[in-house]
């Protein structure tokens, strides 16, 4: 079974921690117990794969690929905001605010999705049933 994928909520941890020279310190910052902080750290190290920082009972240092990854998080971080402003700036301008939508996995989005190329048909809808209620005819 695959590990889930770091979020984006995970690298700006990661940035923090980093930032902080200790699970303490990031603790602080954080508003968090340096019990939740060790906990999760030890989750995204899980996810990843690899030990991205060295304890110690004092301080803490990044492992050479939990530099790797701080630095790309911050890239990585960089561009969301960019992102962000930019859509922030189109909506601004009167373009309107997009609206993305996401709906649940499994069957329904599945369908939802092969409904698009063809308009008002669900995927597995016959001639004359209606696509809100398969199995009802349209009258």
Known sequence: MTQP???SADLAFLVSLAGSGSLSAAAR???LSKA???KRLALIESRSGVALVNRSTRRMSLTPEGEAVVERARRILGEIEELDA???AKGAAG???PRLHRHPPGRRGLRHLAAVDRPGRAPTQRD???ARQPGHQRR
């Open 36 to 38: 939740a902080v060790s």
């Open 95 to 97: 373009a309107g605010r």
């Open 86 to 88: 930019l859509r922030h």
């Open 5 to 7: 994928a770091l979020q």
């Open 128 to 130: 004359g049933e209606d």
């Open 29 to 31: 910052e954080l508003g």
